[in-house]
């Protein structure tokens, strides 16, 4: 497949160089070996590696999807032949640090490349993606001696990495996890216990899979506080870093999904007796980070795990977009609604006021989405390398209110524009051979992994708006604010149109926050919490549309007056969807708490 039709290098261009300004970040000391040359050299590379590597199989992973015999996973063998090119390509380790081997990257810059394979083939790019954030986990909390036996295998693409959280019991509700660790003689740990929904949690692939494990030690307290993390390979790894002998981790079966089908999902088993290491029962577990902060350690996979989440949910919304628009370019059928000779030549369905207005709807979520991916993504970089450190502190705050929207708005806006895509092709679009449909199914798990759409929304309703009195949140007002001033800075009246309309919801959402909050009883409190995530999500997106706006002013050329049609669809169109959001959030309705479960 054309990387034309995975995603649109041009816009890529305009929101890394024109809106983010990414070219100044090589004036700080951890990026200035980089360039903007060496910026659009590694996305080039990956356009070029999706389009060859990953593109090809994407159907076919979709048709012959894993399959267990009883002792082996297999996967057709296109995954693995991409994920070496991947890793051969040094693309594990582009934003690690230069002395582990990493290309030091910005963030952001390695945030649009991966979006090339995520569009290409979600499914396979899952694998790699898993790695890395197990990899940065362990780079992050890991003893530096179990950063050497662990990660470089990691980097080279012959390891991979899982993170093991859920339970048959426990999926979100992780203070129910019932995995036991046990501590041996020596100081050691043993675990016990079984994992539900692990991605990639057994294949062929590499030589061996290191599986981060959220157990409970056995005498610890109940609940969260209770949760230690073990890196859990499924090979053991002796002190020199070899791989040893079989770790008691066994597959106990796969889950067949609806789509994604390409990422290997199992149920495994710690402990249950198959293999034991050193002829000791229990699956070999070394403890990464404290013990009893888990939770805490692994929220480090989790956040990158959620933004990574996010980022695929918008890719294959954008390739979808990108293929039901090259459709309609050139499926002919019908003819203008004020044509009188019947006899006429038929036009592209592109002529029509409907296709256009999912086309435009389309291209308005997934730019969007995108464009708030890799917002996110430098907020990350200036977190960790800006030179002031209140501009650090700023990032951070701003970062952690966006993350729950990050994952969850492009899982549901961009899930929608794969819809649209299926609407656009007609029949067509119903079918498997024309591609859009698979993508609808892939996108569809994004709503579910790694934190549901309603825990999402307890996250930022319950913590991130409101936690240390609302730091984050008046960082987010101001940043608004910020923008707002710009446009109308520009002097032209339609921006400061759109300016006054984002800063008001954003003011307003604050509002209804404080009020949804005002008897302090979160069961009240938080009942709306899902209609103030969806809420939240399009002020913040209609804000990055604003300031998409802004760098786009005065600028020339069919691709500018997309953007400001696409924005100006969003301002006036979808912005407004948000008033009665808010007036449920800050009236306090109760109906969910009321409604009697026997007459559901």
Known sequence: MSPDLLLARRDLEFLLYEWLGVEALTARERYAEHSRDTFDAVLDLSAELAAAHFAPHNALSDA?????????????????????????????????DESIGGGQLPRVVQQACFAWFQAANVATSGYPMLTMANANLLLAHATPEQVGR???????????????????????????????????????????????WISGGDHELGENIVHLVLARVEGGPAGVKGLSLFATPKYVVDASGARGERNDVVLAGLNHKMGFRGTVNTVLNFGEGAHRPGGVPGAVGELVGEEGRGLAV????????????????????????????????????????????????????????????????????????????????????????????????????????????????????????????????????????????????????????EGTHGIQALDLLGRKLVQARGTGLQVLLDTVRETAERARATGDTVLASYADRVDAAAGRLATAVAAAW????????????TTGLEAAGHIVVAWLWLDQLVAAHGREGSFHDGKRAAGRYFLTHELPKVEPMLDLLGGGDQLFNEVDPRGL
């Open 518 to 529: 005002e008897s302090g009883d979160p069961e009240i409190a938080l009942v709306n919490a």
């Open 150 to 196: 662990l990660v470089p295998p990691m980097l080279e693409g012959r390891w991979f990495g899982t993170m093991c959280l859920s339970e048959p019991q426990a999926g979100s509700s992780l203070a129910d996890v019932a995995t036991r660790a046990v501590r041996q003689e020596d100081g050691s740990f043993r675990l016990f216990g079984n994992k539900m």
């Open 64 to 96: 012959r999807e894993p399959r267990f015999d009883g002792e082996t996973v297999t996967i057709i063998p296109e995954v693995g032949a991409a994920v070496r090119a991947f890793a051969e390509a040094g693309l594990v380790s582009a934003a690690m």
């Open 298 to 449: 692994m929220f480090h996979m989790m956040n990158e795990a959620r933004i990574g989440v996010g980022a695929g949910a918008a890719a294959l919304g954008y390739t979808g977009y990108l293929r039901a628009l090259s459709y309609a370019r050139e499926r002919v059928q019908g003819r203008p609604l004020g044509a009188k000779d019947p006899a006429a030549p038929p036009v592209p369905i592109v002529e029509h006021a409907d296709v256009r207005r999912m086309l435009l709807a389309a291209k308005s979520y997934v730019e969007g989405g995108l464009a708030l991916v890799l917002r996110a993504a430098l907020l990350l970089d200036d977190q960790h390398t800006h030179p002031d450190e209140a501009a650090r502190e700023r990032a951070g705050a701003l970062l952690d209110v966006l993350t729950p929207i990050v994952k969850s708005w492009p899982s549901q806006w961009c899930l929608a524009a794969n819809d649209l895509a299926i609407q656009v092709h007609g029949g067509y679009g119903y079918t498997r051979e024309y591609g859009v449909e698979q993508l609808y199914r892939d996108n569809r798990l994004n709503p579910i992994h």
